[in-house]
């Protein structure tokens, strides 16, 4: 008899997430007994609380998920707790009166990686002014409230580093790099980008590029080190921040199999955000 | 300035539209209780005067209006409805989803707590209907009520209101002869209570039949007044056109030559079956029925708008199919439609752009169209058909109805049809302009092209058509020549004139058939 | 001539059914072939998770649907839920008891209806058309959602708030209630009532209403409040069934909400439409959405799929009025 | 008389001026209140930043122009736009040289003339409502980009190819060029080539169409091949522009590009429209986007004003041709 587990996803259009979602699907062709069904919420949280629905309808094993923001895992608990089905949430941490109520969590915290990214500005730009502009992914987005919040946080503690710009590039390497270009002819002093992930990264630095600036002009940091962001590394982009997409999947899909079957598991499974910088770009290229 | 006689009176009115002073000091006043005719040419600025009776336009400043005295200056219907006023508007297009009696009620719906209590409604609208002699199922969608009886239950509409004056704009355009005595009935019984009337109307025989009093408006400015029984109908045609002029159209006779269109067996189940007939060069061919007697269903299945399911059409002796409009506008066929609004205008367009439709390529200049090109010939057009607009650019929806109906026929007169068949054409024309129509009719067979005319006026077919086909429910019940045909013969052949089956195979035979059974019914 | 006569009326009649219940008669087929396919799904309590996924968009389709007779549309439900949902939440998080949950509901359903107001406003007084006014609202709202909430979720943690979501009343969800509890009454307004009349001949033909006295300013203001109010109340909703408000809630369902409209067979032209037709258009949606996913289809290809089935029943509705 | 009607002819002319230009009028306002307050706003440099900006969904906007003429509309433009980058992005990835660039820019937009044929087939002969249709492409679309790309941005690294979304000729970027000759051939299909007069007479009249002889099923299956074609190419020159196809790209822009038609005076009733104008509402929304970027207005205020600005647009046009 096969496990069913069900997987609702926040988004099915997102690079790094794709990486994520072949973490999961690797764990399930490598292991027979167990089918994992992955959904798609397009970004919207009623949809995700429906797709929930219909794999607690569908009598699941388990739920594996990625929520499209934190405030939602409370519902999803509940209605796992209610259908006695084990909960395991992936990449993003809810508050801890919800965790309560999840029976495990595989990741870290999304504030890590704008710390992370924030502090390897913080260096290379090592005591001189920095006027930073921020490039934020779709407005209201876990990963976009965190990650900004975790970049503020650094440049407020650094009287030379002074947070000039900041606008929705909705995740968008073509909406970014149309930013981008406005913020260049309006403030020509900007020195560092800084965006909430890589495509929007990129498209800075194409408008970096277009605008006649060259790499050591500005200083441009993105978060996921996906393949693509890591080819422009020290080309443009200074410097980015890895997390496990695959790692993530395959360990959220293995601590959910676990439960199906009934098995004890560790509560909080973290996953660290590491820097990638120029010096490691080989290093990570050869994760995927 | 109020005169107690009056329950309307009018001082001064002007209104300006861009480009268009369309009414200059018009002054006019209704006694109560009285039919007042209005008449002038078509944009002459009759419906404009009545809308802004109505709160539809808000007229120039310095004119005067009293309506019982009072001054009258309504913002909205609402306030024309609240102070005693309804109107039939010229174009009547009733909502199409909703039943009769709903239309009947719109706006004053009748209600049981919050709901409306569609019983009663259903039950008063049947009331008045049955009154006024329409009969009608009061819950059938408006959709399928043919326009006749839309224009019959706008007219009883406006009755219910128990208004103190009701306007009624061009009301028999869309109806047939037996329904126009309908509404004359109508018409009487409404002033038998004391409701005064603002008849516009363009036909001098409804005017003289129904009227105390007439006034001509031309141009926008006022001409005088005058009681209907102090004026012939050349001095009224002479205020409304300011010349000389006959009302009764005398053709002069054209050369008839060989056999252009050949009708065979055209059956469209349900509409019509088994129509027979042939067209000659320079000959006229009328169409005369009643109402949904299939006349337009005939014609539109010929120029392929609405195509037969069987029977045959000969062009020259050969045969054609015509599948599509676009078929017939090859074979060199032009159509002015019967319903300027569904079928004929490009409302939002301007006068050359519904010109040229039909036919683009003699505009076009190394593959691109000619603006000027395109803008000569309409200007040309404008003129020969005298039709009133600032310029052929302005928007069509800005034109009077009549000009309107020109703009029309001046698209199919630019195509040089061989065959044009003309469904109504002078549905609400002016006299003047109704003649003037009429000599391009008979100036096109005098070329050798030949006319298909459908027409609910029996004078028009009658000084018109070299020969007449009537058609009763769907069926051709004779053809007869203009010789014999009089009004009272086509009356009776089309109210179903009792005439055998014919299976005959030659024209001739048919039409003298025709002939005898409607002398001797 | 009497028998053909009579012909036509059979066929009328037969058009009629086709027209009127040929929708139902897909949500039917639809239904009965995920059934056969998916164990459990003919069973009430699917029936009831059904009803209660497609209760919140399907309160805003009815809402759009009073739009569309009218010959207008409305864009901004989508955003005006957002706004809703964090207004909603803010007020209620923390709180006790139902009086604030009512509320709170009143407190969303009103800033859903000063949207309609301006949207009202804007498309009867300043004659704009309504596609625009209500895209710049929905530009506005999701804006002013993500100002009032600083772009973050809004814990709407109140007991008695979040059971709204939550509860069922003999077996059916509290929510789903809300939903027929509107649709009975927007039925009503719409089919029995004079503003539901007047609704229909705006769209059917604005001259015409106007020259009938219809006050037709008003009554399209009535009618973009209402859209309005019933987008707010999709959004408490949504806020008692999510614990939280979300200024990223409500993305694109108003697109969601037009094609249960349409679907549902009202016409984008004005002038036809009806609640029981809308709902039945909002369900081929509802079940369509729950069946792909508990067919477990690869989601790029649920979308695909989606599309298709959309046109798919528009289509075949089409046909058979055709051919009818 | 004679003086009366040269007083009415002045009126005329100086209403048509605002009826044609009010929005041109709008731009130059807004233009030259964002100059007066930004440093370099009026600088060429910055107008063909501008152009550029605008110059793809600018593109798509007239496509969606010719589908609203007709009284139909385009919702998927794009979705389009991302199954056309994406489609591009694979094929050019990798290759060198103009002959790759130039097959990958045929195929976006022979992807997007299909998108368009399928748009146009289900609304011409399935007679289902555009707006339907083209909802269902829109999922549909962007389904199979997604797909297509497996959810990731497809990498377009070919010089050649992303040259033209880089390089200037004498200092007018290659994709402003691109969008004038589009606009120019367009403008002139719409306005001087029968196929034109013929989308003018669809949305006129439909019925008088056909009596005119338009092949009305031909005609609208054209303006959608059109607009799909043309959303094609603003995806090939965006995945140029952003060296990659992305099958998130292009979300949402069907609505700005219908926002931009509808700016620009197009009328959603079908029959009114003109390619120049379209620009000029394009340009109105670059230009606004631009202004609020440079301004560093908080992004949660951007939306509503921008929201404020295209109703504000809109409004003061309507206001003006009333006045006059
Ligand atoms: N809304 C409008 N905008 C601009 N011009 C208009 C408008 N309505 C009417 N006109 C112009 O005003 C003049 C008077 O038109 P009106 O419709 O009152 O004529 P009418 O006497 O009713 O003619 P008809 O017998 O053809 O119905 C015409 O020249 C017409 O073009
Ligand atoms: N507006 C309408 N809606 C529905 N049915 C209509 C409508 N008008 C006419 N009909 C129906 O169509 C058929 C033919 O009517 P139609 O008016 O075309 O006949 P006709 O002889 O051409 O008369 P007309 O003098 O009006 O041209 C009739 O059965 C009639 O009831
Ligand atoms: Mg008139
Ligand atoms: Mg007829």
């Known amino acids: 008899d096969t496990l069913v587990i069900g997987a609702p996803m926040p988004s099915f259009a997102d690079k790094w997430l794709s990486y994520l979602f072949e973490g999961i699907s690797e764990f399930d062709t490598a292991h027979s007994d167990v089918d994992i069904k992955l959904t798609d919420a397009n970004e919207d949280p009623s949809k995700m609380l429906n797709d929930v629905d219909n794999f607690i309808d569908a009598n699941v094993n388990a739920l594996l998920v990625v929520p499209t923001d934190v405030a939602i895992v409370k519902p999803i608990a509940k209605k796992a707790g209610r259908a006695g089905i084990p909960l395991v949430i992936v990449?993003?941490?809810?508050?801890?009166?919800?965790?309560?109520?999840?029976?495990?969590?595989?990741?870290?915290?999304?504030?890590?990686?704008?710390?992370?990214?924030?502090?390897?500005?913080?260096?290379?730009?090592?005591?001189?002014?920095?006027?930073?502009?921020?490039?934020?992914?779709?407005?209201?987005?876990?990963?976009?409230?965190?990650?900004?919040?975790?970049?503020?946080?650094?440049?407020?503690?650094?009287?030379?580093?002074?947070?000039?710009?900041?606008?929705?590039?909705?995740?968008?390497?073509?909406?970014?790099?149309?930013?981008?270009?406005?913020?260049?002819?309006?403030?020509?002093?900007i020195n560092v980008i800084v965006a909430n992930n890589d495509e929007m990264a990129i498209g800075a630095l194409l408008a970096a590029k277009k605008a006649g600036l060259t790499d050591a002009d500005l200083i441009i940091s993105g978060v996921d080190a996906t393949p693509d962001a890591l080819e422009y590394l020290g080309a443009g982009l200074d410097s980015t921040v890895f997390q496990s997409a695959k790692g993530q999947g395959y360990?959220?899909?293995?601590?959910?199999?676990?439960?199906?079957?009934?098995?004890?598991?560790?509560?909080?499974?973290?996953?660290?955000?590491?820097l990638v910088a120029e010096e490691q770009k080989a290093e990570y290229l050869s994760k995927y | 300035m109020t005169n107690s006689d009056f329950i309307l009176e009018m001082v001064n009115v002007s209104k300006t539209f861009p480009g268009v002073k369309a009414l200059d000091q018009v002054n006019l006043s209704i006694r109560k209780g009285s039919i007042h005719a209005l008449m002038g040419e078509n944009g002459a600025g009759k419906s404009t005067l009545m809308k802004i009776l109505y709160g539809l336009y808000t007229p120039d400043e310095g004119g005067d209006v009293f309506f019982n005295g009072q001054p009258f200056t309504p913002k909205a219907p609402?306030?024309?409805?609240?102070?005693?006023?309804?109107?039939?508007?010229?174009?009547?297009?009733?909502?199409?989803?909703?039943?009769?009696?709903?239309?009947?009620?719109?706006?004053?719906?009748?209600?049981?707590?919050?709901?409306?209590?569609?019983?009663?409604?259903?039950?008063?609208?049947?009331?008045?209907?049955?009154?006024?002699?329409?009969?009608?199922?009061?819950?059938?969608?408006?959709?399928?009520?043919?326009?006749?009886?839309?224009?019959?239950?706008?007219?009883?509409?406006?009755?219910?209101?128990?208004?103190?004056?009701?306007?009624?704009?061009?009301?028999?355009?869309a109806l047939t002869e037996s329904e126009v005595h309908q509404l004359y009935r109508i018409v009487k019984k409404v002033q038998e209570r004391g409701i005064a009337i603002i008849y516009i109307s363009h036909k001098l025989g409804e005017v003289f039949e129904l009227s105390d009093e007439v006034s001509v408006i031309r141009d926008g400015q006022y001409i005088g007044t005058k009681k209907t029984t102090d004026i012939t109908k050349e001095e009224l045609i002479n205020m409304m056109v300011g010349r000389e002029m006959d009302e009764m159209f005398q053709r002069e006779d054209v050369v008839i030559g060989e056999t252009l269109l050949e009708v065979k067996h055209l059956s469209l189940p349900g509409k019509f079956e088994d129509i027979n007939f042939t067209v000659r060069k320079g000959e006229i061919f009328g169409i005369a029925g009643l109402v949904g007697a299939g006349r337009s269903e005939v014609v539109e299945a010929i120029f392929g708008y609405k195509a037969a399911e069987s029977g045959d059409i000969y062009l020259h002796g050969e045969k054609i199919d015509i599948r599509k409009p676009a078929d017939a506008i090859q074979h060199r066929i032009g159509f002015v439609t019967e319903d300027r609004k569904l079928t004929g205008l490009m409302l939002n367009m301007s006068v050359t752009d519904n010109m040229i439709m039909p036919e683009l390529l003699p505009y076009e200049k190394?593959?691109?169209?000619?603006?000027?090109?395109?803008?000569?010939?309409?200007?040309?057009?404008k003129d020969q058909l005298r039709i009133k607009t600032p310029t052929v650019d302005t928007i069509i929806g800005n034109l009077s109805g009549g000009n309107q109906q020109k703009v029309l026929i001046a698209r199919w007169l630019l195509l040089e049809p061989e065959i044009l068949i003309l469904d109504e054409p002078t549905k609400g024309i002016d006299i003047g302009a109704k003649a003037e129509i009429y000599?391009?009719?008979?100036?096109?067979?005098?070329?050798?092209?030949?006319?298909?005319?459908?027409?609910?006026?029996m004078l028009e077919l009658l000084s018109l058509?070299?020969?007449?086909?009537?058609?009763?429910?769907?069926?051709?019940?004779?053809?007869?020549?203009?010789?014999?045909?009089?009004?009272?013969?086509?009356l009776d052949m089309a109210a179903g004139g009792d005439v055998p089956s014919h299976d005959s195979t030659i024209q001739e035979e048919t039409t003298s058939q025709c002939k005898t059974e409607g002398m001797t019914s | 001539m009497i028998k053909s006569a009579n012909n036509s009326m059979r066929k009328t009649s037969y058009t009629e059914i086709l027209n009127k219940y040929g929708m139902l008669l897909i949500l039917i087929l639809l239904f009965s072939a995920l059934s056969l396919k998916i164990d459990g799904f003919a069973s009430f309590r699917n029936i009831f998770s059904i009803l209660e996924q497609v209760s919140m968009f399907g309160i805003i389709a009815i809402g759009v649907t009073f739009a569309i007779v009218t010959g207008g549309i409305d864009l901004s439900s989508g955003a005006v839920v957002a706004l809703a949902s964090v207004v909603g939440a803010s007020i209620v998080t923390g709180t006790e008891g139902y009086g604030m949950t009512i509320f709170a509901f009143g407190a969303a359903m009103f800033v859903g209806s000063i949207c309609g107001l301006i949207n009202g406003t804007i498309t009867a007084y300043g004659r704009i058309p309504p596609f625009i006014a209500t895209l710049g609202m929905m530009t506005m709202a999701r804006g002013v959602a993500q100002l009032v909430s600083n772009g973050r979720p809004v814990d709407a943690s109140s007991d008695a708030f979040t059971s709204i979501g939550d509860s069922a009343i003999f077996g059916v969800p509290s929510l789903v209630i809300i939903y027929v509890l509107v649709a009975v009454t927007c039925h009503i307004m719409m089919s029995r009532m004079s503003f539901g009349r007047h609704v229909f001949a705006i769209g059917g033909n604005v001259n015409t209403a106007k020259i009938c006295g219809v006050n037709v300013e008003i009554t399209l203001l009535k009618v973009y409040i209402l859209a309005g109010a019933l987008a707010g109340l999709a959004g408490a909703m949504l806020t008692s069934r999510a614990y939280a408000g979300n200024p990223t809630f409500g993305n694109m369902w108003e697109l969601d909400a037009i094609a249960a409209a349409v679907i549902g067979g009202t016409s984008l032209a004005g002038g036809v439409g009806s609640v029981p037709m809308c709902i039945v258009g909002a369900l081929i949606i509802g079940v369509m959405n729950k069946g792909l996913n508990m067919l477990g289809v690869d989601p790029y290809w649920q979308q695909i799929i989606k599309g298709m089935i959309i046109i798919g029943a528009v289509l075949l509705d089409a046909q058979k009025r055709k051919k009818a």
């Open chain 1, 91 to 189: 990449n993003r941490l809810p508050n801890e009166s919800t965790m309560k109520n999840v029976d495990a969590y595989v990741g870290s915290e999304s504030i890590q990686a704008g710390i992370i990214q924030a502090e390897s500005i913080v260096g290379m730009l090592d005591g001189k002014q920095g006027n930073v502009a921020i490039l934020m992914g779709v407005l209201g987005h876990e990963a976009q409230i965190n990650r900004t919040e975790g970049n503020k946080q650094v440049f407020a503690k650094h009287s030379n580093i002074k947070v000039i710009a900041e606008q929705e590039g909705r995740w968008d390497r073509a909406k970014a790099l149309q930013i981008t270009e406005d913020w260049l002819q309006a403030h020509p002093e």
């Open chain 1, 251 to 274: 360990g959220g899909a293995e601590i959910a199999y676990k439960l199906a079957k009934g098995e004890k598991v560790q509560k909080m499974n973290w996953i660290d955000f590491e």
């Open chain 2, 78 to 173: 609402i306030d024309a409805i609240r102070t005693g006023l309804a109107m039939v508007p010229q174009e009547i297009s009733p909502s199409a989803n909703l039943s009769v009696a709903a239309n009947f009620f719109l706006g004053r719906e009748i209600k049981k707590g919050i709901l409306i209590d569609q019983a009663a409604m259903n039950e008063q609208t049947n009331k008045v209907l049955e009154e006024l002699g329409i009969p009608m199922k009061v819950e059938t969608l408006m959709q399928d009520v043919s326009v006749a009886k839309a224009q019959l239950l706008a007219i009883a509409t406006a009755v219910s209101y128990e208004a103190k004056l009701i306007i009624m704009d061009e009301p028999t355009t």
């Open chain 2, 366 to 381: 190394h593959h691109l169209i000619s603006e000027e090109l395109a803008s000569d010939v309409a200007n040309s057009m």
């Open chain 2, 439 to 457: 000599k391009l009719i008979v100036e096109l067979a005098r070329l050798g092209k030949a006319i298909i005319i459908v027409s609910s006026e």
């Open chain 2, 465 to 490: 058509s070299d020969r007449i086909m009537v058609m009763s429910e769907g069926r051709e019940v004779g053809i007869i020549d203009r010789e014999e045909a009089t009004q009272e013969i086509i």
